[in-house]
């Protein structure tokens, strides 16, 4: 997966959890539950999303890895 | 018309689907209500043979309007009203929260009705959407036994149905089942506002999903026949900030309320959680607030006087326990529907009703039971940063539990000193039902309750 093929999934998946946020409005470094006001419910649905777009298992303690838009970008690209 | 939270005054009919001459059942949904806050699957509580409707799609009503005629078959002289009414009798709804202000007549009567075991009902509880995918797709609903929560017929149920056996292959990878072309839940609202049929749409989405811009497109190349569905959702932040706060300042008004606060040790939870869910997959895994209302729910046992609702000014404590969520909406405001009998609910199925259920509060339909029955509001309002919540109770109802996130504390014990997570457990009570005492005493018996989360 590229690095943009990466970022439209993710954005593509936040916009299914979470329909009225937007990721422009996130700045980079910035961790997505704060950004988008997601809370544990969403941020699990978002990774139950990447999940299922990609068949990673993605277990919990790998979930701080997706806590920002650039660690995301890496957790995918560098699963393959 | 019926009360859909103490909060509302009237409601529009925005969809009937039932017609003179349909044979109802308990429990089914016979119409879309559109209110203040939401957009509601009304259920009946009566099962018959439809007489005639007497207010029309579009029309608004005060609670407690008669909505239907219904004749039921054991006793064919008796006419029922087609509202949510308990099965022993026609009683009228409940009033509308400040009955005086309000000038339309209406019995008193303030106890939302408790429906029945939904396990009892005879036909499949279904949705409208799923109802419309079953007929696009050939799906017979009588034939299918709903895998949802309280026997509720699924869009996955309906979509397996569907499913030529051996198919596996055509499944898109990432929205199994989904009958038409896949599409994000805003572009599906959408396409209700405006009357877009989805399944003639070409998705420009990723994987050919169809996304807001092509739905917007649909729209203005063939122009809405149909009237929008959510005829209320223009103004509905400004009426929802209004309806919040005229609940909320009765609340206030009526309620003596006191509050008690705690902190609880979740280390035990916590190494119990990260456990289970390495024995789950991805999709099946649990979240904290789960366990917290699993044992708030179970807490009610120990002391009774925080479940059920104040009638007339007196005390009528409830056998179930229908936990409300309170949910705060992205765009403005919080709803608490319930997610019902918790107490005897499995942790995984609490997870997969409260998904359900959150998932539907922001974006889709609510039920007219989840909306009416709450018995108790659990606010987990810390999950996005505060410490602490002191909520306000939710009348008729006398407790309101709040939990703040969970963070790593400095902890002593056993005179060692730690680093535990932990969250402040809260709790807003009526003192015309209980006190301090027995307050500290609930507070104690959820802290108790989590420290042995296998049991829960």
Same mark, same amino acid.
């Given at each position: ?17 979470a329909?009225?946020?937007d ?24 990774a139950?999303?990447?999940?299922? =777009?990609t068949?990673? #298992? ?20 560098s699963?393959? | ?8 005054e009237?409601g529009?009919?925005a969809?009937?689907l ?21 957009? !509601? #699957? ?5 099962s018959?043979i439809v ?5 029309? #799609? ?9 909505l ?6 054991t006793?064919?002289?008796?006419? $029922? ?8 009798g ?17 019995p008193?009567?303030?106890?939302p009705?408790?429906?029945?075991? /939904? ?5 499949? @509880? @279904? ?13 017979d ?5 709903g895998? &949802? ?15 030529p ?9 990432? $929205?199994?089942? %989904? ?12 396409a ?6 989805l399944?003639t749409?070409q998705?420009s989405?990723?994987?050919g999903?169809?996304?807001?811009r092509?739905?917007?497109?649909a729209?203005?190349?063939?122009p =809405?026949?149909?009237p ?16 919040? &706060? $005229?609940?909320?300042?009765r ?9 008690l ?13 990260e ?12 979240i ?15 002391v ?6 104040m009638?007339?000014g007196?005390?009528a ?15 403005? &405001? ?11 609910? =499995?942790l ?16 889709? @339909? ?9 018995? !108790?509001?659990?606010t ?5 940063g505060?410490? $602490?919540?002191?909520?306000?109770i939710y009348?008729p ?6 939990f703040? %996130?969970?963070?790593? /504390?400095?902890?002593?014990?056993d005179g060692?000193l ?8 809260t709790?807003?009570?009526?003192h015309?039902?209980s006190?301090?005492?027995?307050g500290g ?6 802290? /108790? ?7 829960l």
């Amino acid at each position: 997966m590229t690095n943009d093929e990466a970022r439209q999934l993710i954005r593509s998946v936040l916009h299914q959890v979470a329909p009225e946020v937007d990721l422009d409005d996130v700045v980079a470094g910035e961790t997505l539950q704060e950004a988008l006001d997601l809370d544990s419910m969403d941020f699990l649905n978002f990774a139950v999303g990447l999940h299922e =777009a990609t068949g990673l #298992e993605i277990p919990e303690r790998d979930y701080p890895r997706l806590s920002t838009v650039e660690g995301c970008v890496t957790y995918l690209t560098s699963a393959g | 018309m019926p009360s859909l939270g103490a909060d509302m005054e009237a409601g529009t009919i925005a969809q009937w689907l039932i017609k003179p001459g349909d044979e109802v059942h308990r429990g089914g949904i016979v119409a879309v209500v559109e209110t203040e806050k939401s957009t !509601i #699957e009304v259920e009946i509580f009566e099962s018959g043979i439809v007489d005639e409707l007497l207010v029309h #799609e579009g029309e608004s009503v005060p609670v407690g309007a008669v909505l239907a005629h219904v004749t039921s078959r054991t006793a064919e002289a008796a006419t $029922a009203t087609a509202s949510l009414s308990p099965p022993t009798g026609p009683f009228p709804p409940p009033p509308p929260p400040v009955a005086h202000e309000n000038p339309v007549a209406v019995p008193t009567r303030v106890a939302p009705p408790i429906p029945a075991a /939904r396990s009892t009902v005879p036909a499949p @509880v @279904v949705s409208p959407v799923v109802r419309r995918l079953a007929e696009r797709s050939g799906v017979d609903l009588a034939t299918l036994s709903g895998s &949802g929560l309280g026997g509720t017929v699924t869009r996955s149920d309906v979509e397996r149905a569907a499913q030529p056996t051996g198919d596996e292959g055509a499944r898109p990878e990432w $929205a199994p089942g %989904r009958v038409g072309p896949r599409s994000s839940p805003f572009a599906r609202k959408l396409a209700t506002e405006l009357g877009v049929d989805l399944s003639t749409l070409q998705g420009s989405g990723p994987h050919g999903s169809v996304i807001e811009r092509d739905v917007r497109l649909a729209a203005e190349v063939t122009p =809405a026949e149909t009237p929008p569905a959510t005829v209320a959702s223009e103004d509905r932040p400004a009426a929802m900030r209004r309806a919040i &706060g $005229a609940l909320m300042a009765r609340s206030k008004r009526e309620i003596p309320h006191y509050y008690l606060s705690t902190t609880i040790d979740l280390t035990a939870p916590t190494a119990w959680l990260e456990q289970a869910n390495l024995e789950r997959p991805i999709t099946g895994r649990l979240i904290m607030s789960v366990l917290l209302l699993k044992a708030t729910a179970l807490a009610v046992k120990a002391v009774p006087e925080m479940n059920g609702f104040m009638v007339d000014g007196a005390f009528a404590p409830s056998e179930a326990v229908h936990v409300g969520v309170a949910v705060s909406l992205r765009t403005g &405001g919080v709803i608490a529907p319930a997610v019902h009998n918790v107490e005897h609910l =499995a942790l995984d199925d609490l997870m997969a009703g409260l998904k359900d259920l959150v998932g539907r509060a922001r974006t889709g @339909v609510l039920r007219s039971s989840e909306m009416s029955d709450p018995t !108790i509001t659990v606010t987990n309002l810390g999950d996005l940063g505060v410490e $602490a919540v002191f909520g306000v109770i939710y009348p008729p109802q006398v407790a309101l539990v709040g939990f703040g %996130r969970v963070m790593e /504390r400095a902890w002593a014990q056993d005179g060692m000193l730690g680093v535990h997570p932990c969250v402040t457990a809260t709790l807003s009570a009526d003192h015309r039902v209980s006190d301090g005492h027995r307050g500290g005493r609930f507070l104690a018996e959820i802290d /108790r309750l989590l420290q042995e989360p296998e049991k829960l």
